[in-house]
């Protein structure tokens, strides 16, 4: 079974503050890939980053980086000089590697204050 | 459009009602997905079709919920004899890519209230 547990369900910080949401995975399968999600008050899910299980490699893009440590069944997510355009859901999931379907954590509402 | 649509974006229905949730994807999109968002909550697997061939519905919570994509494009999600735990907001999803798909592309939903 294939689990993503988020334990902050909202956090609030003012504009131009650091934030990092957490995401804690568990899976038995060896090759797996994680994701991140954002979903804005429109409702879709807008697609932000694909890890796999093989590539631990920090990864940053413009204000936001994400952290992957497998040791620790982790993969969070951090955005810097967090703006009001960042308030949002926040969503981890976790899909295996023979499947198609992705597991999704219970989400964090982010909201950034101006 | 360019996105994935969805369509009615709200309904509500009434105890014992069938309902009918469109999603028109990306054109040429090869997989289509079906979540189920309920309030508070991250999205849940309902099913999974490749091109018309619906590979995957074993998240289809009871034989009430019924989908289809029978020419390989745009899909329906039947529900019959609405319950209220059927209220969530459904979410349709599509990728270019067959099995595995990297990335997916949601539409907004349609909020499904169930009275």
């Known amino acids: 079974a294939q689990k993503v547990t988020q334990a902050q369900t909202e956090i609030s910080v003012v504009e131009k503050e650091d934030v990092t949401l957490d995401c804690v995975y568990e899976?038995?399968?060896?090759?797996?890939?994680l994701f991140w999600y954002k979903q804005p008050p429109s409702g879709e899910l807008v697609f932000l980053i694909r890890r796999n299980s093989f590539d631990e490699q920090n990864e940053i893009s413009g204000r936001y980086s994400w952290n992957f440590q497998k040791s620790t069944s982790s993969f969070n997510f951090t955005i810097t000089a967090s703006q009001v355009v960042d308030s949002a859901v926040y969503f981890c999931a976790l899909r295996g590697a023979s499947g198609s379907r992705l597991t999704f954590g219970e989400g964090t509402q982010l909201t950034v204050n101006p | 459009g360019a996105g994935v649509s969805q369509s009615p974006r709200y309904k509500v229905a009434k105890r014992g009602q069938d309902v009918a949730l469109r999603c028109d994807p990306i054109s040429g999109h090869v997989s289509l997905f079906w979540y189920q968002q309920a309030l508070g909550q991250g999205p849940e697997f309902l099913t999974y079709f490749q091109n018309e061939a619906q590979l995957d519905k074993s998240g289809l919570p009871s034989d009430r919920f019924f989908a289809e994509r029978p020419e390989g494009s745009v899909s329906t999600l039947k529900i019959q004899r609405t319950q209220q735990e059927d209220s969530a907001v459904y979410l349709c999803?599509?990728?270019?890519?067959?099995?595995?798909?990297?990335?997916?592309?949601f539409g907004s939903g349609t909020q499904l209230s169930v009275l």
């Open positions: 899976t038995r399968d060896t090759t797996y890939y």
């Open positions: 999803a599509s990728s270019l890519q067959g099995a595995a798909p990297k990335k997916l592309f």
